[in-house]
């Protein structure tokens, strides 16, 4: 069973740097598409960065790019968000997912196969 672990969320204030991690177990495909998602209450979850981890190919929604910057580790089954220069309005819950199936774009169709818990980001002005 293919489970998701983020961790590395916290409080920070404007300006400064998180960065998140996701363990993938269960997992027996080398080659996915990996990506970080963000969702506020009342807002719909929104595709932040992703990964296809077979060639390193990269996607950023454009409010992120030349802040944020997704990495994989292979050897351990994990991807990263590094997160520089945050704003306020980037406070969320991130969630991690996972698909190894071919995708028609990056962020929403197809749905996204297994999905993360969360881990909360605050940033404070």
């Known amino acids: 069973q293919v489970q998701l672990v983020e961790s590395g969320g916290g409080s920070v204030q404007a300006g400064g740097s998180l960065r998140l991690s996701c363990a993938a177990s269960?997992?027996?495909?080398?080659?996915?598409?990996m990506g970080w998602f963000r969702q506020t209450p009342g807002k719909e979850r929104e595709g932040v960065a992703a990964i296809y981890t077979g060639i390193g190919t990269t996607a950023y929604a454009d409010s992120v790019k030349g802040r944020f910057t997704i990495s994989q580790d292979n050897a351990k089954n994990t991807v990263y968000l590094q997160m520089n220069s945050l704003k306020p309005e980037d406070t969320a819950m991130y969630y991690c997912?996972?698909?190894?199936?071919?995708?028609?774009?990056?962020?929403?169709?197809?749905?996204?196969?297994?999905w993360g818990q969360g881990t909360q980001v605050t940033v404070s002005s």
């Open positions: 997912a996972a698909d190894s199936r071919p995708r028609s774009e990056w962020f929403v169709l197809p749905p996204w196969e297994y």
């Open positions: 269960g997992y027996t495909y080398s080659s996915k598409y």
